[in-house]
């Protein structure tokens, strides 16, 4: 007598990425302290903080480029140490560094890459003949990378990263260094590639613009924590005002913030030396009642601007508006390469 | 599992060799350095010492001092070893010479003649300036020839009792070019393992193409592997090029004798395995560009001049015998002379192809350990 055991493939997990408490130190630095957060199935998430708050480590220990030194990450349900190698089958990389091969062409640039997943010759011809024609490379097929432009090879980089069919998509900075129109150009095809596929993607930038445009979610994160996380909407509904006046002066007598403080709708003042950014409910009521003190205390408003609350203002908000030039931990351990782009 | 494992690793050669064919240059100018170095090296080297300056200071002027002087200017015209300047001064000889105007000073000295005739053990004097000590063992020798052939003037006796010593060359005479072709392969294979292993794989770490490797499905051994065996191909290429190269130029008989060259192939391929093993071991954890260039030179000396490519071991004092007994260019070296040299076949050669074996095994072994497949 047999029996047949039919066992239903496990369910695919809730979420594309679980991240809990994750944490990597360099010696006493630590550029991620505990982070914690997940990002759901076809999401485009964006990871946004200032200059070394810890994004790229955050990415490079999601794509077992770095080993995570506590707390524990899944990708589609793989854990990232112990299951590495299935995470690599699962996810497509950008990193920040331009790694196609110069002297190569395009199409032999995808198809080291395809070959380096295994995927078969008849498939892999098929494959790179549609990628190049979505990211509008096809007539430069043939020719070497050195002659590309820097938006060209990052489209390049896009249509080999998604070569071997990933589900998820990470992304680290992918527009620094274009200029405007290949930045737009990059934007349009990642939208038009993710409509088109069943694909999470998770992308670092510095571009605040792109980021309120094209991300359903949005993590901030400073000092290797997260300091925030919801969707771009809901992340400046957050943030007091609903418009930012941002003024400097000549001269100012003291009690000058508290006097700015007292005005019509306003819900908080910081000041940078002689500028002063003041978030309102009412940017025109409070611009009026400004020009009147200012007038009356007889000082003289060099300068003013008044605009709607912006991602750029949750990102002052939330991180701050000090340089970040401080040292961090030894580059050789978080990044041996010295050379990019 | 084997052969998709085997698909990534052809995929990681397919890459170094298409970028290789596409931009040649560097592995070319990897082959110009010691080819270079073998054709000044060999002339410099290999050639006889002639025209050395010699003064001479006659205090005698009697006939045996004459016919002596008569043999000296004979041989400064035909073997052009020396050339002579007579003094009358030989304080002005020995100024001269301290000077450097003259490389050695032959003094006969006034009762010369007298002892000749007499028999009372005549002597002349050779001053040698022996900072150059090439020159000076070249004018000894010389000088010595002569005097044997000005003192056997007598008949030998019927009968002798000296032991004299017959010497048989074994291979026809080998020129100091054909001496330095084994250790200029062999530095051509190391050149290429060095820009190969050590420059392009530097430099293709720091700009970031190794990350994008890092996040396929490749594991340790096909990064390993695929790596090594891309750089062993190019050392390939490089060490036969000079092979047959060197050949015709060094003036090997019968150059492109395909079995010696086949033969060589087979050195070829373990030298190179050995060293590009070696330059992996080196540089498995180094990421600075500057490392490999800095050190280029260093590895350069510490690896050829001990390996006996330019002067025999035996020379060599003990601590340096200690490197060249670790030294894969020692094994490398020896084997290319068997093979050129001599025209033995590979059992002769046995010994080196093993220990050049069991260095790949021993260095890839020790970077397979230190190899982080990680940033």
Not at chain 1, 206 to 223: F, G, K, P, T, W
Not at chain 2, 88 to 111: F, H, Y
Request: proline residues 6%; neutral net charge; charged residues 20%.
């Amino acid at each position: 007598m047999t029996s047949a055991v039919h066992t239903a493939p496990p369910p695919p997990p809730e979420f594309a990425v679980e991240v809990d408490n994750l944490t990597k130190c360099f010696g006493d630095f630590c550029a991620v302290d505990n982070l914690s957060f997940t990002v759901k199935h076809g999401e485009v998430f964006g990871l946004l903080g200032p200059n070394g708050a810890g994004k790229s480590t955050v990415i490079r220990m999601l794509t077992t480029l770095v080993l995570p030194t506590s707390g524990r990450a899944a990708i589609i349900g793989h854990d990232i140490v112990r299951g590495a190698n299935d995470v690599r089958q699962a996810i497509g990389v950008i990193p920040q560094a331009m790694t196609s091969d110069m002297d190569l062409s395009a199409w032999e640039n995808m198809n080291i890459f395809a070959k380096l997943y295994g995927i078969p010759r008849e498939k892999r011809r098929k494959v790179i003949k549609r990628l190049l024609e979505e990211v509008d490379l096809t007539q430069w097929a043939d020719k070497p990378v050195k002659m590309f432009s820097g938006g060209m090879r990052r489209r390049l980089e896009i249509a080999r990263g998604l070569v071997h069919e990933p589900k998820i998509f990470f992304l680290d900075e992918p527009t620094t260094g274009l200029d405007p129109v290949s930045r737009v150009m990059v934007w349009e095809m990642l939208t038009a590639l993710k409509q088109e596929r069943d694909l999470t993607i998770i992308v670092t930038t510095h571009y605040m613009d792109e980021a309120d445009s094209l991300c359903d979610r949005i993590a901030i994160v400073d000092h290797g924590k997260l300091v925030a996380l919801d969707s771009p909407l809901t992340l400046k509904a957050s943030i007091p005002g609903k418009n930012v006046i941002e003024v400097s002066f000549a001269g100012i007598p003291d009690g000058w913030q508290q006097l700015l403080e007292s005005l019509p709708e306003v819900a908080e003042v910081k000041a940078e030396g002689l500028v002063f950014r003041i978030a309102t409910h009412n940017g025109p009521k409070t611009t009026v009642a400004l020009m009147d003190a200012a007038r009356e205390a007889e000082v003289s408003v060099t300068s003013l601007s008044v605009q709607s609350t912006t991602l750029d203002d949750v990102f002052v908000h939330y991180t701050g508006r000090q340089l970040r030039d401080t040292l961090q931990a030894p580059s050789a351990k978080e990044s041996p390469f010295i050379m990019r782009r | 599992m084997l052969k998709n494992s085997l698909h990534r690793i052809g995929a990681i050669i397919e890459r170094d060799l298409r970028r290789f064919r596409r931009s040649p240059t560097l592995m070319i100018v990897s082959m110009v350095m010691p080819l270079v170095q073998l054709v000044i090296l060999g002339y410099a080297f290999g050639g006889k010492i002639k025209h050395v300056e010699v003064g001479v200071v006659d205090q005698d002027h009697r006939v045996p001092a004459i016919q002596l002087k008569e043999m000296f200017n004979a041989v400064a015209a035909n073997a052009q070893t020396f050339d002579t300047t007579s003094y009358s001064d030989e304080g002005k000889a020995l100024a001269d010479l301290r000077n450097g105007s003259i490389n050695a000073l032959l003094v006969i000295p006034p009762e010369f003649s007298r002892k000749v005739q007499a028999g009372m053990n005549p002597r002349i004097a050779l001053v040698e300036d022996n900072t150059d000590q090439f020159s000076s063992s070249a004018l000894s020798a010389s000088f010595t020839e002569l005097l044997t052939a000005y003192n056997g003037k007598a008949l030998p006796p019927r009968i002798s009792n000296a032991v004299n010593l017959s010497v048989v060359e074994v291979y026809p005479y080998v020129p100091y070019i054909q001496y330095l072709l084994p250790g200029t392969i062999t530095l051509a294979i190391f050149v290429s393992a060095m820009i190969g292993g050590g420059i392009i794989f530097i430099d293709d770490k720091a700009r970031g193409l190794h990350e994008g490797y890092l996040t396929t499905p490749l594991t340790k051994f096909d990064l390993i592997l695929g790596f090594n065996l891309a750089g062993a191909i190019k050392a390939v290429l490089s060490g036969l090029v000079l092979a047959t190269l060197g050949s015709v130029i060094a003036g090997i008989p019968d150059p492109l004798n395909a079995l010696r060259l086949l033969r060589m192939l087979v050195l070829v391929a373990f030298t190179a395995l050995a060293l590009i093993s070696m330059m992996f071991l080196i540089m498995v954890r180094v990421s600075d560009p500057l490392v490999p260039r800095a050190i280029f030179g260093v590895l350069n000396t510490v690896l050829f001049f001990p390996s006996g490519a330019v002067y025999p071991i035996n020379a060599f004092p003990p601590w340096m015998k200690v490197i060249t007994t670790i030294d894969p260019f020692t094994y490398a070296v020896h084997g290319f002379k068997s093979l050129i040299l001599k025209n033995t076949g590979l059992m002769a050669i046995g010994s080196d192809l093993l220990f050049l074996a069991l260095f790949t095994f021993i260095a890839m072994a020790a970077a397979t350990m230190l190899f982080k497949r990680t940033l």
